[in-house]
């Protein structure tokens, strides 16, 4: 595939995220696929996830918000079988906090599918919204 192709699966799939739609996000993952997480600090932000456990992730976020989280992308920069992603996110928590991260991912392609995104972001963000819902933190 050409990286004009893979920008445009990441575009999107990104609208499948927007959309809080789960099959959609596995129709443009790769039944290998891993999700890295590479935020080390506090630890339950540092994970890796299987297509199984990432295509849902969205979701159960969104359901924690008013409305499902938006993803926004600022920027595509892509070079032989890698996209690498400037985004923001926004959200409105059922419990009146806002998620507002900027992050920036590298997709990996095979075959037209993404087979692995490792994302930057702003931890001490992630954990003032979500920590209260970790497992590690109840």
């Not at 575009?11 to 499948?16: F, G, H, R, S």
């Amino acid at each position: 595939m050409s990286i004009e192709n893979n920008k445009k699966v990441v575009q999107d799939y990104v609208a499948a995220i927007n959309r809080s739609d789960p099959a959609a996000i596995a129709s443009y993952l790769a039944d290998d696929f891993i999700f890295r997480s590479m935020l080390r600090r506090p630890k339950w932000l540092f994970f890796t996830w299987p297509k199984e456990k990432f295509i849902d992730a969205p979701a159960s976020m969104s359901s924690q918000m008013k409305s499902p989280i938006q993803m926004k992308i600022l920027n595509l920069i892509g070079e032989g079988d890698q996209v690498a992603v400037e985004a923001e996110s926004y959200g409105e928590m059922l419990n009146g906090k806002i998620y507002d991260n900027g992050y920036h991912f590298i997709f990996t392609f095979k075959d037209g599918k993404i087979t692995s995104v490792k994302e930057y972001s702003c931890s001490y963000t992630a954990n003032d919204v979500f920590g209260e819902f970790s497992e590690e933190n109840k």
